[in-house]
Each structure stands twice: as C-alpha cells, then as structure tokens.
C-alpha cells in the first residue's frame, strides 16, 4: 500500500520569507515522490520529484524538496516566497516495485503569500 | 513542449444528454489517464490507458465511457450523468506508465450536470 500525508490544510507567509509545505509518505518498498501545484481553475502543474540519487531535489520556479528516508518525508521549499506562489500543493508518492499504475496524493496544502 | 489540452473548457448538461471530453497530446507520451476532481480535493483516478489499452478502471460508472483512439487522442463520453458527477476532470499523460515517469496535466473541463 502506497499513501502520502499533507499534515498541514493551510500555509500562510509573508513574501520574501521562506517557505514550507510539508509530506510524509508511506510505502511497502522504495518511493517515488513528486510535488504537483494547482492554481485557480488549472489543471495540476509538476513542479519537481524524487527517484533517486541526491537527496536535495530541485524543480521549477525555485522550488526545492528534501527526501529524507529515516523520516519518510518529502518536504518542499522554498527560499523567498512571492505572492504568485499563492496555490494548492499536492504531494504524490508511488512504490517503485508496485505496477498498479496508480499515483496517490496527499489532501493537499493551500499556501497563501501576503504581500 | 509539455502540453496537454483538453475541450471543452466548461460543459453544461442535462442528466439525459450524451456529450463527450476530449484530451489531446504531442509529447509521445504512451499513457494516458482521466481524473475526477472536486473543489480543493486531490484528483481522483478514473480510467488508464497504456500503450493504447484500458489498463485500470476505477471501478467507474458505466455512464463514463473512455476510448483512446489513437496514441496522442484520448475521449470520456458522457451519457445519463448525476448532478454529484459536477466536477473538473483532467486529463493527464506520461511517458509510460512506469511509477518514474511524472504525469503532465490538462487544464481540465469543468462539467455542471443540471
């Protein structure tokens, strides 16, 4: 069984503060883990994942995320957030050694910028 | 060039009418899936198509019919649909349907069944 946790409904930062959405996944075998953004009436952008190799993984827009195995999470970051940040995020996690074509995502964290 | 599209952008339909959604993409992408979503949900899978054949159903109402004529062309007819069946369906697509690949979405049509 594969499932993802957003343990977080909302984020609110100040722009040009940094910023954190934060994933905790579980997996019977290796994860494959990925972070999707949602604006208004948009369909899902990807944003940036996780396979293998170095742990730090860096996506679009200057979005960052960590893979940290010993705590089964996959946080995002990024440094100075800007108010066209303002979205839903999703995390999505898939087991490596399951083929039942499914990507399982988290509930999603709606972030909010203040200018 | 990451581009899915999808048409219609909005749909109105009566429950006993027919109509159909319709995804399209040029990336070469051999898999190909729909999705259900309501307001601030996760998407919710519907059907997957891999290298052209229906590889998972959802367990989806017959009244949601896909088909997938081609390799870049993929359809959700519609027939005798539910008012709880409103909702923004996207359509995505990946390179194949490995767990590797990321999936790349359509804007998605949002449908409002009266």
């Known amino acids: 069984a594969q499932s993802v946790a957003q343990p977080e409904d909302q984020v609110n930062v100040a722009e040009g503060n940094p910023l954190t959405v934060k994933c905790t996944y579980s997996?019977?075998?290796?994860?494959?883990l990925f972070w999707y953004v949602q604006y208004p009436n948009r369909g899902l952008q990807f944003l940036l994942k996780?396979?293998?190799?170095?742990?730090l993984v860096k996506g679009s827009y200057g979005f960052e995320a960590e893979f940290n195995k010993s705590q089964t999470s996959f946080h995002l970051k990024k440094p100075s957030a800007l108010v066209s940040d303002s979205a839903l995020y999703f995390c999505?996690?898939?087991?490596?050694?399951?083929?039942?074509?499914?990507?399982?995502f988290g509930a999603g964290t709606t972030v909010t910028v203040r200018a | 060039d990451t581009e899915v599209t999808q048409t219609p952008k909005h749909l109105v339909m009566g429950m006993t009418n027919k109509k159909s959604l319709k995804c399209e993409q040029h990336?070469?992408?051999?898999?190909m899936y729909w999705y259900k979503q309501k307001a601030k949900k996760p998407p919710e899978l519907m059907f997957v198509?891999?290298?052209?054949?229906?590889?998972i159903n959802e367990s989806v109402p017959s009244r949601f019919s896909p088909e997938c004529p081609n390799s870049s062309l993929l359809n959700l007819h519609l027939h005798a649909l539910q008012p709880e069946d409103s909702a923004l369906y996207l359509c995505?697509?990946?390179?194949?349907?490995?767990?590797?690949?990321?999936?790349?979405f359509g804007p998605g049509t949002r449908l409002t069944v009266t």
């Open positions: 995505a697509s990946s390179q194949a349907p490995d767990a590797a690949y990321e999936q790349y």
């Open positions: 997996v019977s075998g290796n994860p494959y």
């Open positions: 996780y396979i293998t190799g170095d742990n």
């Open positions: 999505a996690v898939r087991d490596m050694y399951l083929n039942d074509y499914k990507l399982s």
């Open positions: 990336m070469g992408h051999r898999a």
């Open positions: 198509y891999s290298y052209e054949k229906l590889s």
